[in-house]
């Protein structure tokens, strides 16, 4: 695989001897404390081995308690008493959250909603990011934080703001109109140029001049917004808070320009706030913030997000700044983590690239929307159940530490799932043919189908260099480019295999339909290389309706009614009586067409992912596929490799025999199963951990 680098990587220290370890702490939030408790939240966090925490991450008022006073001396001592105790400190800007006085004095920072509503003050990131009064305010504080901490030593790294857009991604505020102007004239150059590029001579919407150019407001109850002006303006979003970052990293790095500033990203598969494979460019280590989805996924989506981060690392260690030892407060009902699943998650970041483990929060907040979030220390306190999970997963990092598994790398797959954050967007728009289109569904589905067939896959962003994967795979990549189709093209007449999903290169970056059939990416190119042309699609989407395919599976939400090229294979077709109802009998439902030296597949319905799994015998080139319950990924040093092994399912064991020079560096609800051989079997939420040489 190509070695692929972040020119700016740099990876904060800790404060051990030779500032090397698995970073592993909390966000913390000692100013919602009385200082007495302070001491005992250093005790615990040594006892626990905690290395590192995130501060003051909404400490704004409390720093600048009014516009013309500041107050370092709580942040000077509790700096102090981490650093003597060997806590190196991630130290934010604080600007998440501004401070009540600024939004009394300055109301003109609050952000707008679609419908004209000024967002109001109290929660967070209540500011508009296109706001030149805001902005001065927040590198003001930036600056101050750089001169007074740039040179202290327990300070190792920035945590500059905190999940950028989580509360003011789409502002409809006079300022962000302007902005969007300014942005449109940027990108588009002329008012014909946006004219055509936004299809404006549909339904009246044409444009003479930049000032005429609107946001996407609220339009009335049954309005469709123009979908080519609702992807611009999520990418100008995308664009003014990654110009915000940009800012307050440089004010930071301009006092201080030897500690490396990260932001934390907000990726799992439900949730594309940002096109992060632009902000990946603009971090100096890569982290993110990850909540658990409950359930039977639970695994497998911890690692299809983590995947996609990883390839935003860039072959390089990351960081989870934030994951919940429990559950959390902030969806309609909040699951707990079972025994074994706080080590099992955290473990499971690791396996996957992490080389730091923090959570929200250190201490469980006694007050506040949050009170009811778990922390590392829970209500109950230090003699609880979750205390002492947390003290076993830090000596579990320590032990991996100790084994020399920090900066070792992930060994990648020979396949790649293409993610694109336009398409994200895109799936989410109003006007497609089903509502029910999700890109991040569908590529959790192929990760997914991928681990059934004990074969893991990469999740790499669509516009990275994915040309030496031998697969590429795009479920519902809706948007392609022409120069992304003719990179395609490119990768199979090289050899390459390329398998396209059933809503793949529908539209181009201008929310545009390729005409001649679907999919019409690429000015028929993509038709091309699959020999396939479409003429409709089926659209279902209820259970009961399902199509069933000649190979065994099923479709329930979308089939192309679709024509092949003499020369095509047709691997299977629509087959029995709803099949015969929606007159798809016989259609072609997989084909196989040889492209250059390679080959390129059409999967021209939804599968799940038993389907999936099976439909990789062809494409692995196997007779058949064994599913299995077990993950398996290694990491790879100069001298070492660490295999992690864990069970994805709830019920079944997972078996392993492990090679003979295997040592176990750690085992988790897991039992050596055989005394002849080497072999293990993993239970519900099992781990087993081991080091063998190269
Ligand atoms: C994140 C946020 C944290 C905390 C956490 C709760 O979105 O960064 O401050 O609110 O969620 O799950």
């Not at 009961?544 to 095509?568: C, E, F, H, P, T």
Request: net charge negative; with cysteine; proline share 3%.
């Amino acid at each position: 695989m190509k070695s692929l680098t972040n020119s700016r990587f740099s990876w904060p220290a800790l404060l051990t001897e030779n500032a090397a370890g698995i970073a592993f702490g909390g966000d913390y939030n000692p100013d919602q404390w009385p200082e007495d408790v302070w001491a005992q939240d250093i005790e615990l966090m040594k006892r626990a081995g905690v290395n590192v925490v995130a501060l003051g991450i909404f400490s704004w008022d409390r720093i600048q308690p009014t516009e013309d006073t500041w107050n370092f001396a709580w942040l000077d001592r509790i700096i102090a008493q981490l650093g003597d105790a060997g806590i190196a400190v991630d130290l934010a800007t604080s600007t998440a959250s501004a401070p009540m006085w600024l939004y009394k004095k300055y109301p003109q920072v609050l952000p707008v909603d679609k419908y004209g509503h000024t967002v109001h003050a109290g929660s967070r990131q209540s500011w508009r990011p296109t706001s030149k009064v805001f902005r001065e305010f927040a590198l003001e504080m930036c600056r101050q934080l750089a001169l007074r901490y740039g040179n202290n030593p327990t300070v190792t790294s920035w945590h500059v703001g905190n999940e950028y857009g989580w509360n003011n991604r789409h502002d409809y505020s006079e300022d962000a109109a302007q902005a969007f102007t300014t942005w449109c004239e940027n990108k588009y150059g002329t008012i014909d140029a946006l004219n055509e590029a936004w299809g404006t001579s549909f339904w009246s919407q044409e444009v003479r001049s930049f000032d005429e150019v609107q946001l996407p407001y609220h339009m009335g109850a049954d309005s469709m917004v123009n979908p080519s002006q609702q992807l611009d303006f999520e990418r100008f979003g995308n664009d003014m808070l990654l110009d915000f970052y940009r800012a307050e990293r440089d004010a930071i790095q301009s006092i201080c320009p030897d500690k490396p500033c990260t932001t934390n990203f907000m990726i799992s598969t439900d949730q594309c706030s940002m096109d992060y494979q632009q902000w990946a460019a603009e971090v100096d280590f890569v982290s993110n913030d990850h909540y658990f989805h409950e359930g039977e996924s639970h695994l497998d989506e911890l690692t299809c997000s983590d995947a996609l981060v990883a390839a935003l690392a860039q072959g390089k260690p990351w960081y989870v700044m934030e994951h919940s030892t429990s559950a959390v407060q902030w969806k309609p009902l909040n699951a707990r983590k079972r025994n074994g699943e706080l080590l099992r998650d955290s473990l499971a970041h690791v396996a996957i690239g992490a080389d730091a483990i923090n959570f929200f929060q250190w201490r469980q907040s006694r007050f506040g929307a949050e009170a009811f979030h778990s922390a590392m220390v829970p209500h109950a306190g230090e003699d609880s159940k979750l205390f002492r999970g947390v003290c076993e997963l830090g000596s579990s990092l320590k032990t991996l530490s100790d084994a020399g598994l920090q900066g070792s790398t992930l060994k990648p797959s020979d396949t790649a799932i293409l993610f694109s954050a336009a398409s994200e967007w895109a799936t989410r728009c109003e006007t497609l043919p089903s509502k029910k289109l999700s890109h991040w569904h569908d590529v959790l589905a192929w990760y997914r189908g991928f681990e059934d067939a004990g074969a893991r896959a990469d999740v790499v962003p669509l516009a990275n260099d994915w040309s030496d994967y031998s697969t590429v795979i795009l479920p519902t990549v809706l948007v392609l480019s022409d120069s992304d189709t003719e990179r395609l093209a490119t990768f199979a007449k090289n050899g390459g295999r390329v398998i396209i999903g059933y809503a793949t290169g529908l539209i181009d970056e201008n929310f545009h339909i390729g005409l001649g059939g679907y999919p019409g990416a690429g000015n028929g190119l993509l038709r091309d290389m699959l020999g396939v042309r479409g003429e409709e699609f089926n659209i279902l989407g209820d259970e009961d309706q399902a199509i069933k395919l000649s190979n065994g599976a099923q479709s329930v939400l979308w089939q192309n009614d679709i024509s092949v090229r003499d020369d095509v294979d047709v691997l299977a077709t629509y087959t029995g009586e709803a099949a015969d109802d929606w007159e798809l009998n016989n259609i072609p439902a997989f084909t196989r067409a040889r492209y250059g030296k390679g080959t390129a597949y059409f999967v021209g319905c939804d599968l799940d992912r038993a389907a999936i799994a099976n439909y990789l015998g062809e494409v692995l080139q196997t007779e058949s596929v064994t599913t299995t319950n077990l993950l398996h990924t290694v990491r790879e040093s100069e001298n070492a490799v660490f295999d992690f092994y864990f069970a994805r399912a709830e019920t079944d064991l997972a078996l392993v025999c492990l090679p003979q020079d295997a040592q176990v560096l750690i085992i988790s609800s897991a039992q050596k199963s055989s005394d002849t051989d080497n072999s293990y079997a993993l239970n519900r939420n099992g781990i087993l951990i081991t080091k063998r040489g190269r």
